[in-house]
């Protein structure tokens, strides 16, 4: 077996500086705490843990010791967990991608424009309900804003009248979502809007462009190992994009999940991941399926 690793997986820009921040911190010592998982990706936590980094949930905030750091992660969040943490009397250290800083600016901009010019004006955010990220955003815009994630959600919210379609809509995506998936509700709510619709473009470039070079990969190798964190949502998507090119595409979260009977003789295997998964994790699959056979 030939076994080829995609030279574009592995980590974003925001998850390798929200890690290194963490690292830098961690080397000064003191008790760092992420609000949240810092990454979808078990194996990465698990390093991140043996080296000090302690994963904490906003219900159990009071858990930490008095003037401990937090962490915000690259997704962001909503400004009242910041005044949260302040009121705690904890230390910030944001991680926020600045991609996603600027998504959350641009949403606030958007809502005032569209709110001073109409109170009928919505905005539309396409991305995973409940994702931290989308959380953060709708934390811009105190909640006021519909969060749909997928053509089936939208159809059915201007069929039943809640997203009108004959009052301006500025639209938005969470940075992670697939670029094919946002073109059709674009092209669905062009076709539908009787009032102006503003697209916002904010799918992350660094995921656009995985998509294509995925698409590829897929194609060019008779199966596909893809590496990921199961509660990735980026990994979700891009699995399925290479499990629609390629029907051999196996997903795992760690070499021990491997199975010998996926494989055959000559296979040309691809090993490839979400934006979440760390360049190590590739290597050792990688390294396990050469010693298969
Ligand atoms: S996917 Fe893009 S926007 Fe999201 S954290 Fe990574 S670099 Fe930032």
């Not at 000064?28 to 000090?52: C, D, K, P, T």
């Not at 990994?235 to 290479?242: A, N, R």
Request: net charge negative.
């Amino acid at each position: 077996m030939k076994v080829e690793i995609d030279p574009q997986s592995g980590f974003c820009g925001g998850v390798i500086r929200a890690i290194g921040m963490a690292e830098k911190r961690l080397a000064q010592g003191g008790e760092l705490y992420s609000l949240g998982a810092i990454v979808h990706n078990e194996m990465e936590l698990e390093r991140l843990a043996q080296a000090g980094l302690q994963t904490i949930e906003t219900d159990m905030l009071a858990e930490a010791p008095e003037g401990a750091s937090m962490l915000i992660r690259a997704h962001g969040a909503p400004p009242p967990v910041y005044a949260h943490l302040r009121d705690l009397g904890y230390e910030i250290v944001d991680c926020t991608c600045p991609v996603v800083l600027r998504l959350q600016k641009d949403i606030r901009a958007a809502y005032e424009r569209l709110h001073s010019q109409t109170p009928e004006g919505q905005l539309v955010i396409f991305g995973k309900i409940g994702h931290a990220e989308v959380m953060g955003l709708l934390g811009q815009v105190d909640g006021d804003a519909v969060v749909v994630e997928n053509l089936d959600q939208i159809s059915a919210l201007t069929d039943g009248g809640v997203l009108r379609t004959d009052a301006p809509v500025e639209l938005f995506s969470q940075t992670t979502m697939g670029p094919a998936a946002y073109a059709s509700l674009i092209r669905y709510l062009e076709e539908k809007m009787t009032a102006p619709l503003t697209v916002h473009h904010t799918i992350c470039a660094q995921v656009a462009s995985r998509h294509d070079a995925l698409t590829s990969f897929a194609l060019s190798h008779d199966i596909i190992i893809f590496v990921a964190g199961k509660s990735s949502s980026n990994g979700k998507v891009l699995c399925q994009l290479c499990r629609n090119c390629n029907i051999r595409t196996c997903h795992i979260g760690s070499v021990k999940e491997l199975r010998r009977e996926w494989f055959r003789p000559d296979d040309n295997v691809g090993v490839c991941g979400a934006t979440s998964t760390p360049r190590w994790l590739l290597e050792n699959v990688a390294a396990a399926i050469e010693n298969l056979h």
